[in-house]
């Protein structure tokens, strides 16, 4: 079974740029999550899907960021501009259903802000 | 609110010795706990979780962790780690609302000696 797919791996960008990361989940997974890492910290979650819907997005900056999932599949997570604390790795996540689901985690796309 | 404290930013132990990674966390509810590795440059992988019953949880790599709802902690352990178990360990609970959220402590970061 494949695992959850990030795109790039990396990314350099100077700030006030934009940057879009995309995400394609575990075949059949309804939920899909995005999470930030800054460097020694555990992740934070940023905004949760429910098929094509939004559960959660309470700690979505939203003058910046911005993500949707269309038709309940591949998603993007975009900034727009970025700004130096952004620098971080972004991690995507899915899990097939609702309740205590386990979550399974992509690779991650690591964010460099100049 | 919800939180998950790791007390060691840091642990070293050398090779064959034996290894517990301390996890307190703070939720109002009977808690949904889970312990995640990320080695570098990848994703977090599911260690093992703990969602009800016995609460000596056994996962995979030979981790073992216990919940103390007394102690609210859900300490990882394991008798005798191998240099691959060096990476960054995170602890989390779950808290259900219709999907999984899912907060983390800020890691420990352990190191083998050989």
């Known amino acids: 079974e494949a695992g959850v797919a990030q795109s790039p791996r990396y990314k350099i960008i100077e700030k006030r740029q934009s940057v879009a990361f995309w995400c394609n989940p575990i075949?059949?997974?309804?939920?899909l999550y995005w999470y930030q890492q800054i460097l020694g910290q555990g992740p934070k979650l940023l905004i949760q899907f429910q098929n094509n819907g939004v559960v959660d997005d309470s700690q979505l900056p939203k003058d910046r960021f911005s993500a949707e999932r269309l038709k309940g599949v591949d998603s993007t997570l975009k900034i727009q501009p970025a700004k130096l604390e952004d620098s971080a790795v972004y991690l995507c996540?899915?899990?097939f259903g609702q309740g205590a689901s386990e979550q399974f985690f992509g690779p991650g796309t690591r964010l460099t802000v100049l | 609110a919800q939180s998950v404290t790791q007390p060691d930013i840091h642990i070293t132990v050398s090779e064959g010795a034996s290894l517990e990674l301390r996890c307190n966390y703070s939720y109002g509810a009977t808690p949904y706990l889970f312990w995640y590795v990320q080695s570098p440059g990848q994703g977090l992988q599911l260690l093992l979780k703990y969602f009800s019953g016995d609460t000596l949880v056994q996962g995979i790599k030979g981790f073992e962790a216990e919940f103390k709802r007394s102690q609210s902690s859900f300490n990882l352990r394991k008798p005798s780690v191998h240099w691959s178990d060096a990476a960054e360990y995170f602890c989390?609970?779950?808290?259900?609302?219709?999907?999984?959220?899912?907060?983390f402590g800020q890691g420990t970061r352990l190191t083998i000696n050989p």
């Open positions: 075949s059949g997974h309804a939920t």
């Open positions: 989390a609970v779950g808290i259900i609302q219709g999907a999984q959220k899912l907060v």
């Open positions: 996540a899915s899990s």
